[in-house]
């Protein structure tokens, strides 16, 4: 693995983050390039020989630079500790993604044949599938990254039939045709709109990595 720079010091941390908050490119990057070391060292708990060292450094650089992005000197923690969190994060979003191929995967395996000669999998014969926890708190995640920031990517006639079509803030589900009434335009004007709005959300949530 190569060497990376020695980090900055506490005085020049300061500095160039305060450059950094006033839009200063260079004082972000020399901040990203100043941490690599810490990336190298969160990635090595998750080296084996089936994955890329230096893909997970460049996963572990997204984490870094989303936290150089994010960080808040007045929540009192320090950059590297809080650099350190999203590094973690980006590095296990990516093992659960892993996780969650691999099990997709081994499901549709073939595991022997039928009585007819057809190969069966395993996705075949289980009734009740266990549910998935990660997946779960991914969706709940989705959902509070939607919910907090709908009403910022969406216009006003987006937001209203979306949270009318899916029944979001507590609001009642409406098939598009029942909204088309409620609004005074047709039914397939309703689905352009919803499907332009599904398409910003979906944006929204990718930019989230979610």
Do not use: W
């Not at 994955?51 to 320090?78: C, F, H, M, W």
Request: charged content about 35%; some cysteine.
């Amino acid at each position: 693995m190569k060497s990376f720079e020695k980090p900055l010091s506490a005085q020049e941390e300061e500095i160039m983050l305060k450059k950094c908050r006033r839009g200063d490119l260079q004082a972000r990057n020399l901040l990203i390039e100043k941490n690599m070391r810490l990336v190298a060292h969160m990635t090595k708990k998750y080296a084996s020989p089936e994955r890329d060292i230096q893909d997970l450094i460049s996963v572990g650089t997204i984490g870094l630079i989303k936290a150089i992005n994010s960080y808040k000197p007045e929540k009192g923690i320090r950059l590297a500790t809080y650099a350190a969190k999203c590094i973690d994060n980006e590095l296990l979003m990516l093992l659960r993604t892993e996780k969650k191929k691999s099990r997709e995967v081994s499901l549709y395996e073939p595991i022997g044949t039928d009585k007819e000669g057809n190969e069966i999998s395993i996705i075949e014969i289980i009734s009740d599938e266990e549910p998935d926890i990660v997946e779960d708190y991914i969706n709940l995640e989705r959902i509070k990254i939607i919910k907090k920031y709908i009403q910022n990517v969406l216009t006003y006639r987006e937001y209203h039939i979306i949270i009318n079509r899916y029944g979001l803030f507590n609001c009642n589900e409406k098939t598009q045709n029942e909204i088309a009434k409620d609004m005074g335009i047709s039914r397939s004007y309703v689905s352009r709109i919803e499907k332009r709005a599904l398409e910003k959300l979906k944006h929204l949530l990718d930019n989230n990595n979610l």
